[in-house]
């Protein structure tokens, strides 16, 4: 099969490789039907991420067909549809059994695309397929469910709920790439007040503004002073990061109100500064989390009843191939106008296995 391969820093290519197989009676094969790329993606092909070893499938999004189900799988059979999630779960650890999947210590985690192949290929192998895939809906269209995989629920997870976003809440979302658009999204499920979004790009700050958010600022325009002037001085009630950098995570420890909450969401890869100087006195509540996607049946109950606006996050479609293309396109995001691109071909009607199946 063909599928996105990771040669070491600096080097991918759309390659061959052989179809996967079972390993375990837990596993489940799954037809790739539309894929996404993350900034984490991006973050590996840099070379940031140096558990990942050459030769792996990256990608950890997707929406498939099911076409082999291990003999212990009772969730999906062959000619399911169905959501792949960026977390799998061994469903047995202490982790697992509290609902958060994410420090999954049995095998599970964040495996696909980063310690085992991913989902950027034609194929996929999803071990503990039972609570990793989730079955779809025939009324949910691939393409929005995909947005499900990784953004909606990091988003949710880990930006609002940490948060603890209540009604009346001023919340300030950091970062307006897709996890903070996301952020803005669910923020909003909470009626608070309102939403300011702070991002270095005019394009995203009018896609923030378009999904809900009253104010925004650029981040090199004092937005600090914009929180405040809201607020009468206090600052918000909740911050959200969504960058993943020391100059981002700092602004938003002077944005926080006295007793406020500040979620991180960010992938940092440099450490930041605390400064417990100012903070100790201020009762600051602040959080980090790797996703669970423990919510995401409830967002795709939510997506079902059209309450989700992920059309509006994919701004490029490709097909399967224009792999290599899809990549350039977002990791050129400034230029492109990239928000999320997604690949794939239209609806299949038949499931055929590969060769030798
Ligand atoms: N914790 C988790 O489980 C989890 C899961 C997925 C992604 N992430 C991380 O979430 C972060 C956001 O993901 P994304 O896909 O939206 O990334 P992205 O790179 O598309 O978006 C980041 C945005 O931040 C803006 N930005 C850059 N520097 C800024 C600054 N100093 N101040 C304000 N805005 C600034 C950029 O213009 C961009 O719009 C990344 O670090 C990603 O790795 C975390
Ligand atoms: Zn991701
Ligand atoms: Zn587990």
């Known amino acids: 099969m063909k599928a996105l391969l990771f040669h070491g820093p600096g080097h991918i290519d759309w390659g061959d490789v ?5 390993e375990d ?12 790329i993350c900034g984490t993606d991006l973050h590996i092909v840099k070379g940031d991420v140096p558990e990942v070893e050459p030769g792996r499938v990256l990608g950890h999004e997707a929406v498939g067909t099911v076409v082999e189900a291990g003999s212990d799988v009772r969730s999906v059979r062959p ?3 169905v959501l792949i999630s960026c977390i799998s779960a061994c469903g047995r650890c202490r982790f697992c059994r509290e609902g958060r999947y994410g420090q999954c210590r049995g095998g599970g985690g964040w495996v696909l695309g980063h310690t085992i192949d991913g ?8 071990p503990f397929a039972d609570l990793s895939v989730h079955p779809l809906p025939s009324s949910v269209d691939s393409f929005d469910a995909v947005l499900l995989a990784d953004i909606f629920p990091t988003a949710y997870e880990v930006g609002t709920l940490n948060g603890a976003v209540r009604p009346g809440d001023t919340v300030a979302v950091v ?9 803005i999204v669910t923020a909003r499920l909470y009626s608070p007040e309102r939403v300011i979004a702070v991002d270095l790009a005019e394009p995203r700050l009018a896609a923030a503004r378009f999904l809900g958010a009253e104010a925004t600022a650029r981040a090199d325009e004092r937005p600090e002073q914009l929180v405040a002037d809201l607020t009468g001085g206090l600052g918000a009630d909740v911050v959200i990061e969504a960058v993943g950098v020391p100059e981002s995570f700092e602004m938003c420890m002077r944005m926080v ?3 406020g909450r500040v979620a991180n969401i960010g992938v940092h890869g ?9 903070l100790w006195i201020k009762d600051i509540t602040i959080t980090t989390g790797l996703v669970d996607t423990s919510s995401t049946p409830m967002l795709l109950r939510l997506l079902a009843a059209g309450r989700l606006p992920t059309a509006e996050l994919i701004t490029h479609r490709f097909e399967l191939g224009q792999m290599e293309e899809a990549y350039d ?7 492109t106008g990239a928000l999320k691109v997604a690949l794939g071909g239209p609806q299949h009607d038949a499931v055929i296995a590969p060769a030798g199946r």
Do not use: C, N, S
Request: aromatic share 4%; charged share 25%.
């Open 18 to 22: 052989p179809d996967p197989t079972a």
């Open 79 to 81: 000619g399911d549809r």
């Open 25 to 36: 009676a837990a596993d489940a094969i799954v037809r790739v039907d539309a894929v996404t």
């Open 119 to 126: 989902t950027q290929a034609e194929y996929v192998r999803v």
């Open 257 to 259: 109100r006295p007793g």
């Open 329 to 335: 396109v977002f990791g050129r995001a400034a230029d």
């Open 270 to 278: 440099k450490p930041a500064v605390l400064h417990l100087e100012d």
């Open 175 to 183: 970062g307006a790439g897709p996890i903070g658009l996301a952020a």
